[in-house]
């Protein structure tokens, strides 16, 4: 059950159990000095009534028993520490590292699907609550129960009329809290909600910044951002008027269990029928039995708190794979698409595409923008998968073939560069780790990176900085395409790969493809019609479907969207 409802591993379930076990166990050797104590305050009665005491004869038994005490809860206060904070500092790394391992085989139409600070918040935020509640409040929380479990059947057994006194303010408290779950909860989901938007608040004003002081409305979106944050204070102080409420009932309730055993036990005591040392026996017990409980309400708010975070784990656990074989037995490297269908967001995007990209060739996809050529590049790498329809790679369909293994046959270019807080040659070198310096040199060479590469500080050992930063656009670009040159897959992707450069630029880099290209299957997206001047073939994309297709010369002389095209970027 435990596992279920915190989504913990086979080893963290057993490991949780040994937890409450050994909490437990602590619990109850913390109530066995009270048996001690009580027998002092015997003798000590008997002293000051001026009856026969047996204490100077058992000094050295009650030293020893003190002793010996001591040490029993040393131990279980340590083996507690050990079976439950060491432990759950383990499943909480684990925990990460199962969901990074669950979102490297997502498809990346999850990723479009979910707010990046609403993923990061789930692996460290959530993650770090579920590690709270694992390591202290389970199982002090079971450990309590069972304690009192055990400790109210012996208090019945003793007597039953204080027993209960004991006994049944503690279930009532419990309900009370209880009752604020559903509360709590919602509460915690808008407190989650607020702190996410304040997030990409910060996020998206660190990314915009310069367009923002360009157009002088920082200040403006700064109150917005503000506005966030008062948010955020405001749902965190929602968040706690339900368990704080709850939890203070509950405590206010054990309190009058206190009082009602000072009550009737008093009443019986008068009444001659309870001694007075079980008098005191039973208010030593009611005063430990409730003094966890007290903390105990607040682990139960803390529980169902994290709940809400455990719940957002749950929902990426759920989501479905990309699973395949690890083996890929392509006949060649021809990529065919045969009516296929995509939808984003249920929105359609490729509505029944049908061509071929033979190996050897350079086959383009151009048409307007939304037409869905970056969609189909990506389908073609199976970054996404096809709501219906094939597309296959030598004769095998993508879908069958395990993401990691069908990647070693792609080099990719995407009109989105992503760099690293890197040197040149790692940034490099990220196209084929195994690779020397000298072949990430003629790579960049290649890819016509040398000559500003020269100009940095310190060369290829630059560090280039976030994504790029001490980087143009058109820099950052090439570099990107000479880690694909590294890599030097058979398939080739170029998502408006020479977008971000300038005429010469794009020139040098068209002259290297040219030949280092040969013989691979390449799959060019562009906007601009001069980029794919050279193209083996085009593939014309209108509103999501094949318009037409053929050589340039072919498609210019039919007339059709593509020489409309042509037409409009030579200014005709």
């Given at each position: 059950?435990?596992?279920?409802?915190?989504?913990?591993?086979?080893?963290?379930?057993?490991?949780?159990?040994?937890?409450?076990?050994?909490?437990?166990?602590?619990?109850?050797?913390?109530?066995?000095?009270?048996?001690?104590?009580?027998?002092?305050?015997?003798?000590?009665?008997?002293?000051?009534?001026?009856?026969?005491?047996?204490?100077?004869?058992?000094?050295?038994?009650?030293?020893?028993?003190?002793?010996?005490?001591?040490?029993?809860?040393?131990?279980?206060?340590?083996?507690?520490?050990?079976?439950?904070?060491?432990?759950?500092?383990?499943?909480?790394?684990?925990?990460?590292?199962?969901?990074?391992?669950?979102?490297?085989?997502?498809?990346?139409?999850?990723?479009?699907?979910?707010?990046?600070?609403?993923?990061?918040?789930?692996?460290?935020g959530d993650c770090t609550a579920l590690e709270r509640v694992f390591s202290n409040a389970i199982p002090q929380l079971f450990g309590t129960i069972f304690m009192f479990i055990i400790t109210a059947i012996g208090l019945l057994v003793l007597d039953w009329r204080m027993?209960?006194?004991?006994?049944?303010?503690?279930?009532?408290?419990?309900?009370?809290?209880?009752?604020?779950?559903?509360?709590?909860?919602?509460?915690?989901?808008?407190?989650?909600?607020?702190?996410?938007?304040?997030?990409?608040?910060?996020?998206?004003?660190?990314?915009?910044?310069?367009?923002?002081?360009?157009?002088?409305?920082?200040?403006?979106?700064?109150?917005?951002?503000?506005?966030?944050?008062?948010?955020?204070?405001?749902?965190?102080?929602?968040?706690?008027?339900?368990?704080?409420?709850?939890?203070?009932?509950?405590?206010?309730?054990?309190?009058?269990?206190?009082?009602?055993?000072?009550?009737?036990?008093?009443?019986?005591?008068?009444?001659?029928?309870?001694?007075?040392?079980?008098?005191?026996?039973?208010?030593?017990?009611?005063?430990?039995?409730?003094?966890?409980?007290?903390?105990?309400?607040?682990?139960?708010?803390?529980?169902?708190?994290?709940?809400?975070?455990?719940?957002?784990?749950?929902?990426?656990?759920?989501?479905?794979?990309?699973?395949?074989?690890?083996?890929?037995?392509?006949?060649?490297?021809?990529?065919?698409?045969?009516?296929?269908?995509?939808?984003?967001?249920?929105?359609?995007?490729?509505?029944?595409?049908?061509?071929?990209?033979?190996?050897?060739?350079?086959?383009?996809?151009?048409?307007?923008?939304?037409?869905?050529?970056?969609?189909?590049?990506?389908?073609?790498?199976?970054?996404?998968?096809?709501?219906?329809?094939?597309?296959?790679?030598?004769?095998?369909?993508?879908?069958?073939?395990?993401?990691?293994?069908?990647?070693?046959?792609?080099?990719?270019?995407?009109?989105?560069?992503?760099?690293?807080?890197?040197?040149?040659?790692?940034?490099?070198?990220?196209?084929?780790?195994?690779?020397?310096?000298?072949?990430?040199?003629?790579?960049?060479?290649?890819?016509?990176?040398?000559?500003?590469?020269?100009?940095?500080?310190?060369?290829?050992?630059?560090?280039?900085?976030?994504?790029?930063?001490?980087?143009?656009?058109?820099?950052?670009?090439?570099?990107?395409?000479?880690?694909?040159?590294?890599?030097?897959?058979?398939?080739?992707?170029?998502?408006?790969?020479?977008?971000?450069?300038?005429?010469?630029?794009?020139?040098?880099?068209?002259?290297?493809?040219?030949?280092?290209?040969?013989?691979?299957?390449?799959?060019?997206?562009?906007?601009?019609?001069?980029?794919?001047?050279?193209?083996?073939?085009?593939?014309?994309?209108?509103?999501?479907?094949?318009?037409?297709?053929?050589?340039?010369?072919?498609?210019?002389?039919?007339?059709?969207?593509?020489?409309?095209?042509?037409?409009?970027?030579?200014?005709?």
């Amino acid at each position: 059950m435990l596992k279920q409802m915190f989504a913990l591993s086979d080893q963290g379930s057993r490991d949780l159990n040994k937890g409450i076990a050994a909490t437990t166990l602590s619990n109850l050797c913390l109530i066995a000095p009270v048996s001690l104590l009580v027998m002092v305050i015997w003798e000590l009665l008997n002293v000051i009534s001026g009856q026969e005491s047996s204490m100077r004869d058992h000094a050295a038994l009650f030293i020893c028993g003190t002793v010996v005490m001591f040490i029993i809860v040393f131990l279980t206060q340590w083996l507690q520490y050990n079976k439950t904070y060491t432990v759950a500092y383990k499943e909480s790394a684990n925990r990460r590292i199962v969901l990074a391992e669950k979102l490297r085989k997502l498809p990346l139409s999850f990723f479009g699907q979910r707010d990046l600070s609403d993923l990061t918040t789930t692996i460290m935020g959530d993650c770090t609550a579920l590690e709270r509640v694992f390591s202290n409040a389970i199982p002090q929380l079971f450990g309590t129960i069972f304690m009192f479990i055990i400790t109210a059947i012996g208090l019945l057994v003793l007597d039953w009329r204080m027993g209960l006194c004991i006994v049944v303010p503690v279930p009532v408290a419990a309900l009370v809290v209880f009752a604020a779950k559903k509360a709590q909860s919602n509460a915690e989901s808008a407190n989650m909600d607020a702190k996410r938007a304040a997030y990409d608040g910060v996020q998206e004003y660190l990314d915009t910044i310069q367009e923002l002081k360009s157009c002088s409305r920082e200040e403006e979106y700064l109150e917005g951002l503000e506005k966030k944050l008062d948010y955020v204070v405001k749902c965190s102080f929602r968040n706690e008027i339900a368990p704080g409420a709850a939890t203070t009932t509950a405590q206010f309730i054990l309190r009058f269990g206190l009082v009602a055993v000072m009550l009737v036990g008093g009443i019986l005591v008068t009444a001659g029928s309870l001694s007075i040392p079980m008098f005191i026996l039973f208010l030593l017990f009611a005063g430990r039995i409730y003094d966890p409980f007290t903390s105990c309400f607040m682990l139960m708010a803390e529980v169902f708190s994290a709940l809400v975070s455990v719940k957002r784990m749950k929902q990426i656990d759920a989501t479905p794979e990309q699973t395949g074989t690890n083996v890929c037995n392509n006949m060649g490297y021809d990529i065919e698409f045969k009516n296929v269908v995509f939808s984003y967001n249920e929105e359609p995007v490729l509505k029944g595409v049908s061509f071929v990209a033979k190996q050897g060739e350079v086959t383009a996809l151009v048409g307007p923008s939304g037409s869905g050529k970056s969609t189909a590049s990506k389908l073609a790498a199976r970054f996404w998968d096809a709501d219906s329809g094939t597309i296959t790679l030598g004769g095998v369909d993508v879908k069958t073939v395990e993401p990691e293994t069908l990647f070693k046959n792609y080099s990719i270019v995407f009109q989105d560069v992503m760099l690293f807080d890197e040197t040149v040659m790692e940034n490099i070198r990220l196209g084929r780790g195994n690779a020397t310096d000298e072949e990430v040199m003629a790579a960049a060479r290649a890819a016509q990176c040398e000559e500003f590469i020269q100009r940095l500080p310190h060369g290829y050992q630059t560090n280039i900085g976030e994504n790029g930063s001490a980087l143009s656009g058109g820099e950052r670009q090439r570099i990107s395409i000479a880690r694909a040159l590294l890599k030097d897959a058979p398939i080739v992707l170029l998502d408006e790969a020479t977008a971000s450069m300038d005429a010469e630029s794009e020139t040098l880099v068209q002259d290297a493809l040219s030949v280092l290209l040969k013989d691979k299957t390449v799959m060019v997206i562009a906007h601009r019609m001069r980029t794919v001047a050279n193209a083996d073939k085009i593939v014309v994309l209108d509103d999501g479907k094949v318009s037409e297709t053929g050589t340039p010369a072919e498609l210019m002389e039919k007339g059709g969207l593509y020489a409309h095209l042509v037409e409009l970027q030579q200014g005709k």
